[in-house]
């Protein structure tokens, strides 16, 4: 049940190493709730970073922000052990000495969990943790040290199981969460995405390519595969073009796999852009990639790329697990295919056979009806005002 009209205004503080107008799914995930948490009235202050310089700053949409500088690699994010460190340590002294607030909403990495969790228990206020993805077993996908392992999966057991509760995007998650922490507070939020902004009706590119990857390129997305099927696909009809948008661990290795294909002028790489520029691509194009290495501990991932694709109504070809290939069948959201380059270049090009670029409304209904960022955010503040309610703050 909605609590928006019978819940008392509340002060809710954000701590998140990544907000908008960076783009990331998590920047807009954290927006949209903001945004709702705004709509019902209510006090919210967000603890976050400052973004790049050559990301312009926009102007708030109601909530408070405080931006503190932070280590980024080489392309501008903060991504790795020494950057996320960059945050959290000052994040103890904003939180410490920050204003008070009846509950915190914290955002992963797990060590950004782990010092709000401390510092929660501290000042004796709740905290919600936004389980969006399990770090731990990202990390072990990357073939990190069993130590470095052992230690994530230690601070995010630690920042789920002393959470007055967890917001999680998918029943996956959250019977993983289940396995790692046995009774940790849940709520299925689900995994949405911006209708409004991702949307049929919009600006187009003036020169936009056959296939668009949008998104992160990291080695649990396993984007090699499109690579690798784009060129059986090239090979067919040398005139289709593809794009991909975004950062991640892979990109490096997806640029020269495409020039050892020799594709690489008929497949452009370029880097993040602002989500209403993203949306304008995917929605010029005539397919959507999205990928997912399957049997690596991270078939529980929804790609929030295959979301998106069908907020703006373009039909998507996906490769990966069975689970999320059934979903793409069932609901008729573009075609299916095994992780094989083969496989998934028949999919790309029944796609292409059959999409002239123009919006599909059964996909864009689709979306409306199941992954609104609107919907998600209601059922997460929902949870936030919970936690406040039932005085609920978990403490060791």
């Known amino acids: 049940m909605n609590a928006q009209n019978s819940e008392q205004p509340m002060r809710v503080t954000i701590v998140t190493r990544i907000f908008t107008p960076e783009p990331s799914a998590g920047s807009l995930r954290l927006q949209a709730l903001t ?3 705004v709509r019902r009235g209510h006090d919210v202050r967000v603890i976050t970073t400052r973004p790049p310089r050559w990301i312009p700053l926009e102007p708030s949409s109601g909530e408070r922000i405080s931006r503190w500088p932070v280590l980024r690699d080489r392309d501008g994010y903060v991504r790795g052990y020494l950057q996320y460190l960059s945050f959290d340590l000052p994040l103890a002294f904003r939180m410490l000495f920050g204003r008070r607030t009846d509950v915190y909403v914290v955002e992963p990495p797990p060590t950004t969990g782990a010092v709000a969790r401390v510092l929660a228990w501290i000042r004796r206020r709740p905290y919600v943790y936004y389980a969006a993805d399990i770090w731990s077993d990202a990390a072990h996908m990357t073939g990190a040290a069993s130590w470095v392992i052992g230690a994530v999966r230690m601070v995010e057991k630690l920042a789920l199981r002393h959470a007055a509760d967890n917001l999680v995007v998918s029943e996956g998650v959250a019977l993983r969460i289940e396995e790692l ?168 090009s029944a796609v292409l056979a059959r999409s002239d670029g123009a919006p599909v409304d059964h996909l864009t209904d689709w979306a409306v009806r199941n992954v609104s960022a609107r919907s998600v955010a209601e059922r997460a503040a929902d949870a936030v005002s919970r936690a406040v309610l039932d005085g609920t703050d978990r403490r060791a």
Do not use: C, N
């Not at 991270?298 to 979903?327: H, I």
């Open 35 to 37: 945004d709702e948490l």
């Open 181 to 348: 922490v046995p009774g940790a507070a849940m709520t299925l939020v689900g995994h949405g995405v911006d209708t409004d902004l991702f949307s049929p009706v919009g600006g187009r590119v003036t020169a936009p390519s056959d296939v668009v990857y949008v998104g992160t390129m990291s080695e649990w997305h396993g984007a090699g595969v499109a690579i690798d099927a784009l060129a059986i696909v090239m090979a067919e009809d040398p005139s289709v073009t593809a794009t991909f948008i975004g950062q991640g661990a892979d990109r490096q290795s997806l640029k020269d796999t495409a020039a050892r294909h020799g594709i690489d002028d008929r497949v452009q790489f370029l880097p993040p852009l602002p989500a209403e520029e993203a949306a304008q691509w995917v929605r010029s194009a005539r397919v959507a990639l999205a990928t997912l290495k399957p049997g690596a501990g991270y078939d529980f991932a929804v790609p929030t790329k295959l979301y998106a694709a069908m907020a703006v109504g373009t039909p998507v070809a996906f490769s990966g697990p069975e689970q999320l290939q059934a979903l793409v069948t069932k609901e008729r959201l573009g075609e299916a295919a095994s992780f094989d380059a083969a496989d998934y270049a028949r999919a790309i």
